[in-house]
């Protein structure tokens, strides 16, 4: 199962790595995101920095939105899943290696993010420990979450409309967490963020076991 | 085929229209109960009778959510699967979606004069306004066309993704809120307006008629699931037919 | 203060009502183009098939067992 795993997590990436979709085209829709918001808010930096860890994660879910229906395009056209149940690969190999790599780019997107946080919005980036784990933890329950539902989505003619409808309100607990931890963080209040870490550990342990079981029957249907 | 005889002549069995008739009594006792009958609350006056509805609207749409994820859990296990496992499952959200967006209205219509607001991120209430949605995807995915057994299954794993996220979602909204102090539906001094004797069984009252409303919904919303099922196989048969008799006519 | 009361009842009240009522003629829709459908597919059954059933003397618990009929998950 790991070793197929890092076989699709491999593919993956270097698809990313040659085409640049990710870069080219999903990195500027967060920044543009990070910018509406700005927009949306009002020049007054002190709202903006004071919400930039609500707006960071949002951001950063509708990203993930992206990148999972990137990581289904990429195999081969409508023939998708086909492509990927007749491989002879584990199921739930793929999935793991599928959620890994929407996982690696949602955090060097995150990276950026942050970045554009601090430039935009003003926030003091602090309690860098706590912003890291939190961006882990929660890029993995969201990565997770978006691989399962993707793949249900993906042979579907709706699914650019059905995959956003079920996705989102699954993470809802995940934007809350880590919104929180990062507010933790950035005020420089550390120990408030462990609670909302340990949410996040859950969260994420708890949709990787899940994804890895059902992403099988859902490969095989239709 | 004999199959939509059998299920034409069950037209209204008797004891389907006896629980109709149950919960409409009941329905009608609580609302007059409800209405007329109760004292006004100490505190919030007559706005205490929208919490014998309330509740109860809120109640239900948990359970049709669990019961919606038992079925659903049944469907998927192999010495247990059975078509009307998940025929059930989709009757019961779709009873279940309407319920819980009568939550959200009547708690929003309660709030309003209670804390001048039409909505408060209380814990329980933005649980359901989630689970709304959640429901509303259940329901989209449900809509997809697909063979029977294929949409089943599928539909069957989304509810259960979804149903585990529920509790994650309230013990994550309740910690959230309690970091800030504002006003909850299940407040302390909630609980104590129920102890008066009527309004308590009023309440009880509400709780059970909503439930049985809820179960006459289903059984009909199933009923109908069922028959658009053989809708869809008759409506096979019937095609192959006419093309069989256009054969033979031409 | 009481309008709040009266237009909770209402609303709750109503759509619960309106959703009873539609859910009933769907049933009663589906039942009469079923009557149809299988008239033309069994022209030689009984008479039982063309006639929607008389109220409540049917048996008491609508039978829910499998469809034996339901194709398996082929294709």
């Given at each position: 199962m790991l070793r197929d795993a890092v076989l699709v997590a491999g593919k993956d990436l270097r698809i990313e790595i040659r085409s640049r979709v990710g870069l080219n085209q999903i990195g500027p829709f967060a920044i543009a995101v990070l910018l509406l918001f700005g927009l949306a808010l009002g020049p007054d930096r002190r709202v903006l920095a004071s919400a930039s860890a609500g707006l960071f994660w949002v951001a950063v879910l509708l990203s993930t939105l992206l990148a999972v229906q990137r990581s289904y395009a990429?195999?081969?056209?409508?023939a998708a899943r086909d492509g990927l149940r007749l491989s002879g690969l584990d199921p739930a190999g793929i999935f793991l290696g599928k959620a890994s790599a929407v996982a690696a780019q949602l955090l060097v997107l995150e990276a950026g993010l942050t970045v554009g946080v601090a430039l935009?919005?003003?926030?003091?980036?602090?309690g860098a420990l706590v912003l890291i784990a939190a961006c882990v933890a929660g890029t993995l329950g969201l990565a997770a979450v978006g691989t399962l539902y993707g793949v249900v989505a993906?042979?579907?003619?709706?699914r650019e409309t059905l995959l956003p409808l079920l996705f989102l309100p699954v993470v809802a607990p995940v934007l809350l967490a880590a919104t929180k931890a990062w507010d933790a963080g950035l005020a420089g209040r550390?120990?408030?963020a462990a609670g909302w870490l340990d949410v996040l550990v859950v969260f994420a342990v708890l949709y990787i076991a899940i994804g890895t079981v059902a992403f099988g029957p859902l490969l095989e249907d239709g | 085929m004999s199959t939509p005889a059998r299920v034409l002549a069950q037209d209204r069995p008797a004891a389907l229209r006896v629980l109709g008739a149950i919960a409409l009594v009941g329905v009608a006792a609580t609302v007059w109960l409800g209405l007329f009958v109760t004292p006004p609350d100490q505190f919030m006056g007559n706005l205490v009778r929208l919490l014998y509805i309330h509740p109860p609207m809120a109640w239900v749409a948990f359970l049709a959510y669990g019961i919606a994820t038992l079925a659903s859990l049944l469907y998927l296990w192999p010495r247990t699967r059975a078509e009307h496992f998940d025929r059930l499952a989709g009757a019961s959200a779709e009873v279940g979606v309407v319920f819980t967006g009568l939550t959200l209205v009547s708690g929003s219509i309660w709030g309003r004069p209670t804390?001048?607001?039409?909505?408060?991120?209380d814990p329980l209430l933005t649980t359901t306004a989630l689970l709304f949605v959640l429901y509303l995807g259940y329901l989209a995915l449900r809509r997809v066309p697909g063979e029977f057994h294929v949409r089943a299954r599928r539909s069957a794993i989304a509810a259960l993704i979804a149903f585990i996220d529920v509790p994650i979602v309230y013990f994550s909204v309740e910690w959230w809120r309690s970091l800030h102090q504002a006003p909850t539906v299940l407040n302390p001094t909630t609980h104590k307006t129920y102890v008066h004797g009527s309004m308590f069984w009023t309440l009880m009252l509400g709780f059970v008629s909503f439930t049985l409303v809820y179960a006459w919904l289903m059984v009909h919303r199933y009923r109908l699931a069922r028959l658009q099922d053989l809708e869809e196989t008759e409506g096979l048969e019937v095609a192959i037919e006419e093309r069989r008799a256009e054969g033979e006519a031409g | 203060m009481s309008g709040y009361v009266e237009a909770g009842y209402v609303v709750v009240l109503g759509t619960l009502g309106i959703y009873g009522v539609a859910l009933a003629a769907r049933e009663r829709a589906a039942r009469r183009r079923l009557g149809t459908a299988s008239s033309i597919v069994s022209?030689?059954?009984?008479a039982k098939a063309d006639s929607p059933a008389q109220a409540g003397?049917?048996?008491?618990?609508?039978?829910?067992?499998?469809?034996?009929s339901e194709p398996g998950p082929v294709q």
């Amino acid at each position: 199962m790991l070793r197929d795993a890092v076989l699709v997590a491999g593919k993956d990436l270097r698809i990313e790595i040659r085409s640049r979709v990710g870069l080219n085209q999903i990195g500027p829709f967060a920044i543009a995101v990070l910018l509406l918001f700005g927009l949306a808010l009002g020049p007054d930096r002190r709202v903006l920095a004071s919400a930039s860890a609500g707006l960071f994660w949002v951001a950063v879910l509708l990203s993930t939105l992206l990148a999972v229906q990137r990581s289904y395009a990429i195999e081969s056209a409508d023939a998708a899943r086909d492509g990927l149940r007749l491989s002879g690969l584990d199921p739930a190999g793929i999935f793991l290696g599928k959620a890994s790599a929407v996982a690696a780019q949602l955090l060097v997107l995150e990276a950026g993010l942050t970045v554009g946080v601090a430039l935009l919005y003003g926030a003091h980036l602090s309690g860098a420990l706590v912003l890291i784990a939190a961006c882990v933890a929660g890029t993995l329950g969201l990565a997770a979450v978006g691989t399962l539902y993707g793949v249900v989505a993906s042979g579907l003619r709706t699914r650019e409309t059905l995959l956003p409808l079920l996705f989102l309100p699954v993470v809802a607990p995940v934007l809350l967490a880590a919104t929180k931890a990062w507010d933790a963080g950035l005020a420089g209040r550390q120990g408030h963020a462990a609670g909302w870490l340990d949410v996040l550990v859950v969260f994420a342990v708890l949709y990787i076991a899940i994804g890895t079981v059902a992403f099988g029957p859902l490969l095989e249907d239709g | 085929m004999s199959t939509p005889a059998r299920v034409l002549a069950q037209d209204r069995p008797a004891a389907l229209r006896v629980l109709g008739a149950i919960a409409l009594v009941g329905v009608a006792a609580t609302v007059w109960l409800g209405l007329f009958v109760t004292p006004p609350d100490q505190f919030m006056g007559n706005l205490v009778r929208l919490l014998y509805i309330h509740p109860p609207m809120a109640w239900v749409a948990f359970l049709a959510y669990g019961i919606a994820t038992l079925a659903s859990l049944l469907y998927l296990w192999p010495r247990t699967r059975a078509e009307h496992f998940d025929r059930l499952a989709g009757a019961s959200a779709e009873v279940g979606v309407v319920f819980t967006g009568l939550t959200l209205v009547s708690g929003s219509i309660w709030g309003r004069p209670t804390w001048g607001a039409w909505w408060v991120w209380d814990p329980l209430l933005t649980t359901t306004a989630l689970l709304f949605v959640l429901y509303l995807g259940y329901l989209a995915l449900r809509r997809v066309p697909g063979e029977f057994h294929v949409r089943a299954r599928r539909s069957a794993i989304a509810a259960l993704i979804a149903f585990i996220d529920v509790p994650i979602v309230y013990f994550s909204v309740e910690w959230w809120r309690s970091l800030h102090q504002a006003p909850t539906v299940l407040n302390p001094t909630t609980h104590k307006t129920y102890v008066h004797g009527s309004m308590f069984w009023t309440l009880m009252l509400g709780f059970v008629s909503f439930t049985l409303v809820y179960a006459w919904l289903m059984v009909h919303r199933y009923r109908l699931a069922r028959l658009q099922d053989l809708e869809e196989t008759e409506g096979l048969e019937v095609a192959i037919e006419e093309r069989r008799a256009e054969g033979e006519a031409g | 203060m009481s309008g709040y009361v009266e237009a909770g009842y209402v609303v709750v009240l109503g759509t619960l009502g309106i959703y009873g009522v539609a859910l009933a003629a769907r049933e009663r829709a589906a039942r009469r183009r079923l009557g149809t459908a299988s008239s033309i597919v069994s022209t030689g059954t009984s008479a039982k098939a063309d006639s929607p059933a008389q109220a409540g003397e049917a048996p008491a618990v609508e039978h829910r067992a499998v469809d034996g009929s339901e194709p398996g998950p082929v294709q």
